[in-house]
Structure formats: structure tokens, C-alpha cells
């Protein structure tokens, strides 16, 4: 019997698809799980003191900061995250050409309210960021799925692709890339890529949302400059995010992009929550003003790196025998695992009897059946001491599985 909610169900509603990392939640929280499941930061870095030093601000300017604030976000934060992001973008932003989003999943989803008309295509690297796939879906676009190796997205396929697409008749709306330490891939884009992907961007009028929640994130090499600096027409939209760098608990993101398409999104996050809480982007403005985001971020990248190193010499060691392998992530939170001939549903059944946790690779693919043999580990999490532990436990199932 359907219910009234059912009846009344708009058409998206009915067609929404739950995030498959968020429902496996309840398994990861079994007692003795090791997962390497979700994306989170390992809560023994959040600075705590140092960000509660700033909850005075609450005494000083209360009588604003408990108020409704501008859509487009905290002044004195855009204007310190101008300055900070200035290196990677190529200059210093003007403030109406950013906007600070309640997380950078807002940013997502505000751009998708602006720009996908049900039945659009969007570009995305194959394997991509499951809730970005989420959001677009949810607005009715489908996926033209583009290959990455470790030079992230082999951008140049995307001609072929989208003359394919605009000759049936296909509306292709964006390209969406993350550009360093893919989530799920590993992959840093290169820099002639970068460059590549502008060129195609413009000569096709395709713009690209760049996602860059981890670049800050880089335990050994240069940083890269970002996309965004590299467009001179203004087409690309940056991305970024204070979840990796500082807490995901602050909930504050920002947008960098050409003022028009910032305008555009302003106006969908009036109708989305009206502000982003004014508390939290000036705790977190307090947080940067004192120059701590600059001093964390080594301590960030010291606690994670050894987490890596401890996670790739246990994956060499007991799953690269059953010819698994990946690309070794500059930065950022993942191993993306290549297991040709393994069924990663079937592994994950037998890894949570085993009491250990991945993201089975399906879901972050434009086509599934490119993701069964693939699995997302999460090493930021979890302490180096049950790396191994967790690995070991991971090679004993797939060793059950080939028996
Ligand atoms: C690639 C990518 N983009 C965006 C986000 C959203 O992050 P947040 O909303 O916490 O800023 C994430 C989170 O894991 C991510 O991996």
C-alpha cells in the first residue's frame, strides 16, 4: 500500500540514490572494526585549544555574530582566504569573486542548481567523487566518464568524447575534475594537463569545476598551480575547503570563480540555507588570523605521511602477491586499489567478518561494472598501528576468496 509521503514524492525523490559510504556507517561502528572506509581526518590532529582560543568572539561581537549573515560569507575570512589561496590561484581574488559555502558539498551542489537541466551530461574523471555523482544525479544529469592514469584525467580523449556527445545530440554542461589527490584515484593532475583541459574548456565553451578539498594536503613534492590560474576567460570555478585542513565540523567551504557565475550561486544559496553560520566562519577566521591554519598544516602532513608510508609497505607486502596495485597518492587521504579478477562486493562481505572496512570500488564509477575490481582505502584515520593489522586481515579474505 503506498503512503501519502510516497504519492506525493517529487520526481527526484523518487529516483535519489542514498550514498552507499553513508549507509555502510552503521557496519564500520561494529566494536573491533578497523575500516578504512570513510574520509575522515584523524581526530588526534584537530586543534582544539587553539581553536577554542578564538570562542571569545563569541563575547566580543555576539550581538553580530549570533545575527543572520551575508549570503556571501564572512568578510574578514574571504579576505584572508584571498590572500592564502593567492600562490595557487595566481593572484590575489577579489571578494565578490568568492563565496564561502557551507562545506564545499554545498559549493556542488549550488553549481549543479546553476548549471544541470535534467538529461545534461557532465564530464568526470571515471573513477569520481561519489557525492559529487550523487549531486549531479540527483539534478538529473548523466556522466560521461573519462579514464585517469597517474597523471590524473587522460584529457586527451576528451575531444573524441565530447564531438561524440554533440553529435547525438548531447548536452555537455561541465567538466568536473579533482584536480589533486583524486578522491578515489590518488592521481594529482599534471601541469601540462591542467594547461590541456583549459585549452579544451575554451575551445569547446565547456566550464570546469575544479575540486581541490586536499591539495593543501601534499606530503612530498611541489604544489601545483591550480586550474582556475591558468583560465584567463574566466570558466573555471574553484573549489576549496577547511574539512581536510582544519575540521570538517566547521562546515565552511569556499568558491573562487569569475563574479557572474559566483553571482548565480549566491542567489541558490539564498533559497539553500540563507547564510552559512556566521559563528562558525569567524571561529574559523579567528583560527586563521593568527597565523595557526599555516603552522597546522605541516603538522597535518607530518601525521599522515607516516600513515601512507605504513599503508603502501603493508599493501606491497601483502596484497601486491594477488596482483594488486595503484597509484602511490602525493597527498591526500586514498589508495585507490586495481584487483584485477577480485570481486570487491564479494571481498567486502568477507573483510567485515574478518572485522576490517574499505569502500567497495562500484559506486564511484560512471559505469559500475568499471569498479568491481577496484577498492578505496582510507589511511588519515586510522592509527599506523593497525595498518598493518587491517591490510593483513584484507590479504587473509582475498586469500579465502582465490582458494
Ligand atoms: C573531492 C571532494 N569534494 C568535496 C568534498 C566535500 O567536503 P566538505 O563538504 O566537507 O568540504 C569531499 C569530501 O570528502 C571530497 O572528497
Not at 108 to 120: K, V
Not at 207 to 215: A, K, L, V
Amino acid at each position: 500500500m503506498s503512503t501519502v509521503w510516497e504519492d506525493n514524492y517529487s520526481y527526484t525523490a523518487r529516483n535519489v540514490r542514498p550514498s552507499p559510504v553513508r549507509e555502510m556507517l552503521a557496519v564500520i561502528k561494529q566494536p573491533g572494526m578497523i575500516s578504512f572506509a570513510g574520509g575522515m581526518p584523524a581526530p588526534e590532529v584537530f586543534p582544539v585549544d587553539k581553536f577554542y582560543e578564538g570562542a571569545h568572539v563569541l563575547k566580543d561581537d555576539g550581538k553580530n555574530l549570533l545575527q543572520y549573515g551575508t549570503t556571501e560569507g564572512y568578510a574578514p575570512l574571504k579576505e584572508f582566504l584571498a590572500s592564502f589561496t593567492a600562490e595557487r590561484m595566481g593572484r590575489t581574488v577579489a571578494t565578490d569573486e568568492m563565496l564561502l559555502t557551507t562545506g564545499s558539498q554545498q559549493a556542488l551542489e549550488l553549481f549543479a542548481s546553476a548549471l544541470i537541466d535534467r538529461g545534461d551530461f557532465v564530464v568526470t574523471e571515471n573513477p569520481s567523487y561519489l557525492a559529487a555523482l550523487t549531486t549531479f544525479y540527483n539534478h538529473g544529469a548523466q556522466f560521461l566518464g573519462i579514464p585517469t592514469d597517474n597523471e590524473g584525467m587522460k584529457v586527451d580523449l576528451l575531444p573524441g568524447v565530447i564531438e561524440k556527445a554533440r553529435a547525438e545530440g548531447k548536452k555537455v554542461k561541465f567538466i568536473y575534475t579533482i584536480v589533486n589527490f583524486h578522491n578515489p584515484g590518488g592521481s594529482t593532475m599534471s601541469l601540462e594537463r591542467r594547461k590541456k583541459l583549459v585549452e579544451i574548456s575554451q575551445r569547446y565553451d565547456i566550464p570546469i569545476f575544479e575540486d581541490d578539498p586536499y591539495g593543501y594536503v601534499r606530503y612530498e613534492g611541489d604544489h601545483l598551480p591550480s586550474i582556475f590560474s591558468f583560465d584567463d576567460k574566466g570558466g573555471t570555478l574553484y573549489a576549496g575547503s577547511f574539512s581536510k585542513i582544519l575540521a570538517p565540523g566547521s562546515r565552511i567551504g569556499w568558491v573562487t570563480g569569475n563574479k557572474e557565475i559566483i553571482r548565480k550561486m549566491v542567489v541558490f544559496k539564498q533559497a539553500a540555507d540563507l547564510c552559512s553560520s556566521p559563528i562558525c566562519q569567524s571561529l574559523v577566521y579567528e583560527y586563521c588570523r593568527k597565523g595557526y591554519l599555516s603552522e597546522h598544516l605541516p603538522v597535518i602532513i607530518e601525521t599522515y605521511r607516516p600513515k601512507r608510508d605504513k599503508m603502501e609497505e603493508c599493501l606491497q607486502k601483502y596484497l601486491a602477491p594477488y596482483g594488486v596495485s595503484w597509484v602511490k597518492p602525493e597527498g591526500g587521504f586514498f589508495f585507490w586499489l586495481d584487483m584485477p579478477g577480485i570481486d570487491s562486493r564479494e571481498l567486502f562481505k568477507k573483510a567485515v567478518e574478518k572485522k576490517v572496512a574499505f569502500v567497495v570500488g562500484t559506486p564511484f564509477c560512471v559505469d559500475e561494472a568499471a569498479g568491481i575490481d577496484k577498492a578505496r582505502l582510507n589511511f588519515t584515520f586510522v592509527q599506523p598501528d593497525v595498518i598493518e593489522d587491517g591490510i593483513s586481515r584484507l590479504a587473509e579474505a582475498i586469500g579465502e576468496m582465490k582458494a
